[in-house]
């Protein structure tokens, strides 16, 4: 009897684990409202853009609520714009949760490198690599763009699907930190105890999903006035590029 006791101690210590990670992730994580000052994401785009046409699509129709079909993404509010200029055309997919609203795994679960292939797209990676105009490389070519807005790296991708192809750049903003999903996968389950030990209950941050997408390269469309504007506004959400620390 008592070797049985024994060898079940790591089980039983293991759930109770679980448990108390989840209840310091409960009480952290409750939604606590808006901050004050946080003006809704369709009134954060401009609904008017000097040489295009602006138009508001249902948040539905985005890959990533198609590909939401178990899970709720569970925002507090959202967008889905886009803006056309003849044959050229960018959208922007802008999600907020206020503190305490979603946990930032979960919200990490509906990731274009996860939904998008969902959606019955394909990263290519080759693309990626390519020469693209004025011979630079296309991700050299984004963060050459990044760099003169000055907003940090996001998450540059190209995918492949329904007889197009989409550039994309995507960040998590997370209270003060910037996500990153190199991985392409959705974290693991052990990523909740991770959670915990990073940020102990404080858990209550704001959060913004921010995605470009464009049917022509951001090397081509970064040149644009009209499209600088957009990038400008979505840098305010902290995307800016902060100056070094003192020393550092």
């Not at 994401?41 to 699509?57: I, S």
């Not at 690599?129 to 050299?140: I, N, P, T």
């Not at 974290?187 to 999903?209: C, I, S």
Request: proline share 8%; net charge neutral; glycine share 10%.
């Amino acid at each position: 009897m008592n070797s049985k006791l024994h060898k079940s101690w790591p089980l039983v210590l293991l759930a109770i684990g679980l448990v108390l990670t989840l209840g310091l992730q409960w009480l952290g994580a409750r939604s606590v409202g808006r901050p004050a000052g946080v003006p809704p994401p369709a009134e954060l785009l401009p609904h008017v853009l000097a040489g295009w046409q602006v138009v508001d699509r249902p948040v539905a129709d985005s890959p990533e609520e198609k590909a939401a079909v178990s899970e709720l993404l569970n925002y507090d509010d959202a967008v889905f714009r886009f803006y056309q200029q003849g044959p050229v055309i960018f959208g922007v997919y802008l999600a907020h949760w206020n503190p305490g609203r979603m946990s930032s795994r979960l919200i990490a679960a509906h990731v274009p490198d996860v939904c998008w292939p969902a959606a019955g797209w394909t990263r290519n990676l080759d693309k990626e690599k390519q020469l693209g105009a004025g011979g630079v490389v296309e991700v050299s070519a984004v963060r050459n763009l990044e760099a003169g807005a000055g907003v940090v790296p996001g998450q540059f991708r190209i995918f492949e699907g329904q007889g197009a192809v989409q550039h994309l750049l995507f960040w998590h903003v997370n209270g003060d930190e910037i996500l990153s999903y190199d991985t392409g996968y959705a974290p693991p389950w052990y990523a909740m105890f991770t959670d915990v030990l990073k940020h102990g209950l404080n858990q209550r941050r704001e959060q913004w999903f921010i995605r470009i997408n464009s049917n022509v390269p951001f090397s081509t469309l970064g040149a644009d006035t009209g499209f600088q504007f957009v990038l400008g506004r979505l840098a305010t959400l902290g995307l800016k590029v902060r100056p070094p620390a003192p020393g550092g």
